[in-house]
């Protein structure tokens, strides 16, 4: 497959510009879509000229809001909607960012959201590639705060395996030309750590909070075992720690 046109649509969020900036600087026409351009993928406005031409689509949109209801809708239109657009200009690989273990979390409608995304994108009938990755290393500080209930750190008994948000985007660029494999592509970061190591090493202050493992604490809402949040056998890691990217923060 020859690629030299893709469009991004997310553009503008944190994986997606920089993503337009790697595959620019790599040589392909890119096509920045985004609410900013006149896309607005939930509506499905703006799609047909986003995707003209275009050999690669890579979405990497994210809901505007954590809400059950509006998340799951959100996902669900913009899905059908990129990928009629796409299936109807021709477009010869679709790239889709998503989370490790997505289809295995019983979570709310933002989860369920992104498990209708993929389905629907592995049924529209373009060949396609789905990077699932784990927890950005940007995130890790607002997940360990997300554990705090009165003073005190209640950490999930579960395992999580950040990434930084460069290497997603820089992954995301390489897969895009490459040929489709018409499955999931799993992508975490180079280390695992308990949700109360997490929070021991990302959170300010740490040595004044108590941190307890508690095995009823869930991630946002939703039950995780230890290995849900974590890549299995086959998964490519990315090479930056998060101890180093804290480091040079």
């Not at 896309?39 to 275009?54: C, F, H, N, R």
């Not at 590639?129 to 950005?136: E, G, K, L, M």
Request: hydrophobic fraction near 45%.
């Amino acid at each position: 497959m020859t690629t030299e046109n893709i469009t991004v649509i997310g553009a503008t969020g944190q994986i997606g510009a920089p993503l337009v900036d790697m595959l620019t600087a790599a040589g392909y026409r890119v096509r920045a879509a985004s609410r900013r351009s006149g896309v607005d993928a939930a509506l499905g406005t703006g799609l047909v000229e986003a995707l003209s031409e275009a050999d690669v689509v890579i979405d990497v949109l994210n809901s505007p809001t954590m809400d059950d209801d509006a998340a799951l809708a959100f996902f669900t239109a913009a899905a059908a909607n990129i990928g009629g657009a796409a299936k109807k200009a021709g477009v010869g690989h679709y790239v889709l960012l998503s989370i490790v273990g997505v289809d295995g979390l019983r979570g709310g409608g933002y989860l369920s959201g992104k498990v209708v995304q993929e389905n629907t994108i592995a049924q529209s009938g373009v060949p396609y590639t789905i990077v699932r990755a784990t927890q950005f290393h940007e995130f890790t500080e607002m997940i360990a705060a997300s554990l705090i209930t009165d003073g005190v750190v209640r950490a999930p008994d579960a395992l999580i395996q950040p990434i930084a948000a460069a290497e997603v985007s820089a992954v995301l660029a390489r897969v895009a030309g490459e040929a489709p494999i018409d499955g999931v592509h799993n992508l975490g970061g180079p280390d695992t750590f308990s949700f109360a190591e997490l929070a021991e090493l990302v959170l300010p202050g740490a040595d004044q909070l108590r941190i307890v493992t508690d095995p009823e604490a869930t991630y946002f809402g939703t039950p995780v075992t230890a290995t849900s949040l974590v890549t299995g056998p086959g998964a490519e890691l990315a090479t930056t720690r998060l101890v180093d990217w804290l480091g040079a923060r």
